[in-house]
């Protein structure tokens, strides 16, 4: 079984998230917070597989929450949004949130998103990163990040992050590269773990923060 505790300030969201959640054979809803503090306290108590987060709450925000959360290693946390670009996303994306879904997700996606996060994976679309990158990153065009952090990287694993960031997939890489999908599967997998990252999503941000890839060249 999944367990999920679903974090939003909104009983009647809760209530729905409930509902659809509960449906399923292999997900079960063991905890509900209605704001971030609440949602730490749970998380700790019940270490669930994922907390379903809210970002805009009252006490404390889904952001400072997801990363409370994912530095004492708790749960992962997938982070619902009205709003698709929204800086919030993009705080809580650097803070070590597995990905990120619009509230008007359909609930077989978010059934799907769930099962995924809880495997290990990160879910967000690429598109929607790279135009929350380009608002977000870089103003002024200047890094926010000292790119050295990528000189433990050899320059096939530094071509693999470039695609990464750009949206591709592990076989839309290995098409690009004329590489095996093994191979990519083991250059990313080498590229996270040289650069401390826990998945995709963390590194497309860093990609972006370091002046690897730019706003607007995806």
Do not use: C, W
Not at 71 to 79: E, I, M, P, W, Y
Not at 117 to 142: N, Y
């Amino acid at each position: 079984m999944i367990s999920v505790v679903v974090v939003d300030d909104q009983e009647l969201m809760r209530g729905g998230l409930r509902m659809v959640l509960g449906a399923q054979e292999d997900i079960e809803v063991t905890g509900e917070a209605g704001d971030g503090a609440e949602a730490i306290r749970l998380a700790e108590k019940l270490r669930p597989d994922v907390v379903l987060m809210d970002v805009r709450m009252p006490v404390l925000d889904g952001v400072e929450a997801t990363k409370r959360i994912v530095a004492a290693g708790t749960a992962r946390v997938l982070v619902m949004t009205t709003f698709d670009l929204d800086e919030y996303v993009y705080a809580a994306l650097r803070g070590g949130a597995s990905g990120f879904l619009l509230k008007d997700t359909p609930p077989s996606h978010l059934v799907s998103a769930l099962r995924a996060v809880a495997s290990g994976e990160a879910v967000v679309s690429p598109s929607v990163t790279r135009r929350l990158l380009d608002r977000f990153v870089g103003t002024g065009g200047q890094p926010l990040r000292d790119a050295a952090v990528l000189n433990v990287l050899t320059d096939r694993e530094r071509e693999v992050l470039v695609l990464i960031a750009k949206g591709l997939s592990n076989i839309e890489i290995a098409e690009a590269l004329f590489l095996s999908e093994a191979t990519v599967k083991t250059h990313v997998g080498r590229i996270l773990s040289k650069l401390e990252l826990r998945d995709r999503v963390q590194a497309v941000v860093l990609a972006y923060e370091t002046g690897l890839t730019r706003p607007g060249t995806g």
